[in-house]
């Protein structure tokens, strides 16, 4: 299996997200906005042994950008992940920004598997969203959080050693998937019980059958990253939502949806440990 990561140029960022690459505010803003460029960012995070693997903005439906969300993730070479099986994950930094003059810039802890080529969001006690302002950037508050992120490295491992050392019931393994789809179908919670009796145990047999060797078991660990994948990838049938007809789960496609579910699920499963 190939251990190397696939990192991004200026070139590739600019054909699958151009606005990454803005070089001015999308948006009327305020004299107390300082303009932070995502490639000052990349450039600052590769200084620091940080490079893009993967980048998205959100589509608008009209020509217009000046609501220009856009996501980076980036990785390390020199830091990885084995667990022994020759299962390999990066540990990832996931930035989102925008230049509308309505947000920070947003930094996530996340674990990229390599099998699968699927991030995950794995947040902590010592990197959970940390945030700075559009208000004097600065390389020294860059390095100061990619120091922060790289020194809970350890604990994000332990909370991996943590998952896998918790066996499932099959019960449990239903909670969590059945959590996941309430999740991903954006119910109210007064309709959250309800819309779950819907969901079949056919349907449940789908989500929690892995797609390869490496995610058999029961632990938490791999039930968590099987439920994980077949919400953002879909192909299974089912209803979303409480009188929504069953149809074929499509993929999300939606950067923002992808890191909320992720967040959302990673709280669900760090509550069964």
């Not at 992940?81 to 930094?107: A, R, T, W």
Request: with cysteine.
């Amino acid at each position: 299996m190939n251990t190397d990561l696939n990192f991004l140029t200026k070139d590739d960022i600019a054909v699958q997200a151009p606005v990454v690459l803005s070089t001015s505010p999308t948006n009327d803003v305020s004299d107390k906005y300082t303009y932070a460029s995502t490639g000052t960012v990349i450039d600052d995070l590769g200084n620091l042994g940080w490079f893009p693997t993967q980048v998205s903005q959100r589509k608008s439906r009209t020509k217009s950008t000046r609501f220009s969300p856009h996501m980076v993730k980036f990785a390390n070479p020199d830091l990885r992940i084995n667990d022994g099986e020759g299962d390999i994950s990066f540990p990832q930094i996931v930035l989102q920004n925008s230049y509308d003059g309505l947000s920070s810039m947003k930094f996530t802890a996340g674990i990229f598997r390599l099998v699968c080529s699927n991030g995950l969001i794995i947040a902590t006690a010592k990197f959970g969203e940390l945030k700075i302002a559009h208000k004097g950037y600065s390389f020294d508050e860059m390095r100061d959080m990619v120091r922060g992120r790289t020194e809970a490295i350890p604990e994000q491992i332990d909370v991996m050693n943590d998952m896998r050392g918790r066996m499932l019931t099959r019960e449990e393994q239903e909670y969590l998937a059945l959590e996941a789809m309430a999740i991903r179908s954006d119910v109210t919670p007064e309709n959250k019980e309800l819309f779950k009796g819907k969901i079949d145990k056919v349907t449940l047999n789908d989500i929690l059958t892995p797609e390869r060797s490496e995610d058999r078991g029961q632990n938490l660990w791999n039930t968590y990253q099987v439920v994980q994948e077949k919400m953002i990838k879909g192909g299974f049938h089912t209803q979303l939502g409480v009188d929504a007809k069953v149809r074929k789960v499509r993929e999300i496609k939606s950067f923002e949806k992808d890191l909320s579910l992720n967040r959302q699920l990673f709280e669900v499963a760090k509550e069964l440990i």
